[in-house]
Antibody
């Protein structure tokens, strides 16, 4: 069974940092692109970043570029999101998601981890 | 960036109804369009990708159609478990973008 389990969310002050993790199981982790997608409270979905199977390509939405860094450790079946310079508008549930082969449709999602940026 | 506009934003319907949600892209997306269902407190679930390909395990009452810039998700006969929020998503080019969502409620 494919599983994605996020961790690392919490309350952080504006300007602070947080590192999210996502552990995958039940599939060959190193053969899939992976993404982070977020959802602010009561709002819609926003794609944040994605990373190629080998980590060689990474892409970001404009609002986080330069502040967030996506990375992965295929030996540990883990995906990460390092978030620096956090702002109130980064408050959201952060999901990791697996992109289906040949497309960027997200076939599997984790349960999400809540990040709250507040003073 | 490619903008996706869903309509309607809110839909009230009854069990057994046939409903359609539309998604308009600001430019052509080569049919790289997906549909998701999200229930409160849960992660989204992929229903359809590549505009009309049903994800494994999704009931056949869900179908996708369209091409170019106009797409639709149709539920042929609403079941109680279908009341949720639906999102379209384009997977044609970066950045990946989602529609604003359509909330489907019981009449």
């Amino acid at each position: 069974e494919v599983q994605l389990v996020e961790s690392g969310g919490g309350l952080v002050r504006p300007g602070g940092s947080l590192r999210l993790s996502c552990e995958g199981s039940g599939f060959p982790f190193n053969t899939y692109w992976l993404s982070w997608v977020r959802q602010a409270p009561g709002r819609g979905l926003e794609w944040v970043a994605n990373i190629k199977e080998d980590g060689g390509e990474r892409y970001y939405v404009d609002s986080v570029r330069g502040r967030f860094t996506i990375s992965r450790d295929n030996a540990k079946n883990s995906l990460f999101l390092q978030m620096n310079g956090l702002r109130a508008e980064d408050t959201a549930i952060y999901y990791c998601a697996r992109e289906e082969v040949g497309s960027t449709a997200f076939g599997y999602w984790g349960q999400g981890t809540l990040v709250t940026v507040s003073s | 960036d490619i903008q996706l506009t869903q309509s309607p934003s809110f839909l009230s319907a009854s069990v057994g109804d046939r409903v359609t949600v539309t998604c308009r892209a600001s430019q052509g997306i080569n049919n790289f369009l997906a549909w998701y269902q999200q229930k409160p407190g849960k992660a989204p679930k992929l229903l359809i990708y590549a505009a009309f390909t049903l994800q494994s395990g999704v009931p056949s009452r869900f179908s996708g159609s369209g091409s170019g810039t106009e797409f639709a998700l149709t539920i042929s006969s609403l079941q109680p478990e279908d009341f949720a929020t639906y999102y379209c998503q384009q997977h044609s080019s970066d950045p990946i973008t989602f529609g604003q969502g359509t909330r489907l409620e019981i009449k």
